[in-house]
């Protein structure tokens, strides 16, 4: 288990408390893990450049080798600095609800994958989903089983968001702390 926890908000986030994320953030903080839970840049306009670097800056602070959990957009985010060899070395990721890209919304178009090199991603992350997710329809987009991800699905889950229930996520806290934790709804 890492030392520290970063975690990463999709597009139109704003950090509401009643998010899992946010949830997520205050539980390992009471644990005691240097955890980090960024407010993204424009997150109403993003740009891979400007999260890029506040990604690179989060990590900065935190130890080395920290687990990382991203939620929809920066899922595309860390895929595309993964396979630019644009980070450090994580202990390990999980990717929840990554959309694919012909389902991003119009101000989050440029952050689509694209062609990816599957050979690129030294680390394959864990990446989950849920069954009813609009933004990735039959599934996880395709290059995560490219890289080889470990996938779980949640039956009847939407976008793993408060608007489908999930405040409080126990599955993930349990999977940041054990990686062989699987995730459930």
């Known amino acids: 288990m890492g030392d520290g926890f970063l975690i990463l908000h999709g597009i139109d986030n704003l950090r509401p408390p009643e998010h899992w994320h946010h949830w997520l953030a205050e539980r390992l903080r009471g644990r005691g893990f240097a955890t980090s839970y960024p ?64 389902r991003l919304p119009a101000n989050g178009t440029s952050f689509a994958v694209g062609d990816l090199d599957p050979s690129a991603i030294e680390e394959a992350p864990r990446v989950v989903c849920g069954t009813e997710d609009d933004y990735a329809p039959g599934g996880p987009p395709g290059w995560a089983a490219e890289i080889g991800a470990d996938i779980d699905m949640l039956a009847g889950v939407g976008h793993i968001n408060p608007d489908d229930g999930h405040g409080p996520w126990p599955s993930v806290e349990r999977w940041c702390l054990d990686p062989d934790e699987r995730l459930t709804p």
């Open 39 to 102: 407010a993204l840049p424009e997150p109403f306009d993003p740009r891979p450049k400007h999260w890029g670097a506040a990604v690179l800056s989060s990590l900065s602070e935190l130890p080395p080798s920290p687990v990382v959990v991203c939620h929809s957009l920066s899922c595309l985010l860390w895929i595309r600095m993964a396979a630019a060899g644009d980070l450090p070395p994580c202990e390990r990721v999980l990717l929840v609800s990554p959309p694919h890209d012909d």
